[in-house]
């Protein structure tokens, strides 16, 4: 079955100390590998697409990398505005464009 | 501006009412999609439409229904058979023809009295 994992479920954070939010996916035949940023009450926002192992994309304190097996997302030296809410989704190869995602990982960052 | 616009942004519905949802895009997008969110649980597809006159059920379309008459518009109806409908709804949109970056709208939240 085709399934997006993220962990933890839950994290805090100082503000400045760094951390990786982890997404492991069972999916054959990965055709991107997607990260979303959800404030409470809203809709998710886009902020990295991968498609293939190796490949790394970075956006002020974020930086997002791909496995084979799992994509990271590594926050540099947070401050209190990344708390939200980071999801992970992934799009198979061949038919429509359907996005499998997961639950998400709450991410609180205290001064 | 370009972008995606839900309405309402809450919505309450009695007990054997149906209730649509509004979902308008100004970015040019061929493909429209639906999404139900539910506490602690990713995202879930009810429908999507891959161009005008033309959608496709999701993962969980029972009790829902949509249509697609202009490209701009998506709404979705959630109907009397849906038995639990309390939950935060998103709609999406993305160019289509292979491109995958989905870009969302605000989300209607909708409650059962």
């Known amino acids: 079955e085709d399934q997006v994992t993220q962990s933890p479920e839950a994290l805090r954070l100082q503000e400045g100390e760094s951390s990786s939010l982890n997404c492991s996916y069972t999916?054959?035949?990965?055709?991107?590998l997607f990260w979303y940023r959800q404030d409470p009450g809203k809709g998710p926002e886009f902020l990295f697409t991968?498609?293939?192992a190796g490949e790394e994309k970075e956006k002020e304190r974020l930086k997002a990398t791909l496995t084979k097996k799992e994509s990271f997302l590594h926050i540099t030296a947070p401050k209190p505005e990344d708390s939200a809410t980071y999801l992970c989704a992934g799009t198979l190869s061949g038919g429509y464009n359907k996005l499998i995602f997961g639950a998400g990982t709450r991410l609180a960052v205290h001064p | 501006d370009g972008g995606i616009t839900q309405s309402p942004k809450y919505l309450f519905r009695k007990e054997g009412q149906n209730v649509t949802l509004s979902c308008e895009q100004n970015?040019?997008?061929?493909?429209m999609y639906w999404y139900r969110q539910d506490p602690g649980q990713g995202l879930r597809l009810i429908y999507y439409?891959?161009?005008?006159?033309?959608?496709q059920k999701g993962d969980i379309a029972e009790g829902y229904s949509v249509s697609r008459e202009k490209k701009e518009s998506f709404p979705l109806t959630v109907t009397s058979a849906q038995k639990n409908p309390t939950a935060f709804y998103l709609c999406a949109s993305s160019k289509g023809r292979g491109n995958n970056e989905q870009f969302f709208g605000p989300g209607t939240r909708l409650t059962v009295l």
């Open positions: 991968l498609y293939s």
């Open positions: 970015l040019n997008h061929d493909a």
């Open positions: 439409s891959q161009i005008v006159n033309d959608f």
């Open positions: 999916v054959s035949g990965l055709r991107g």
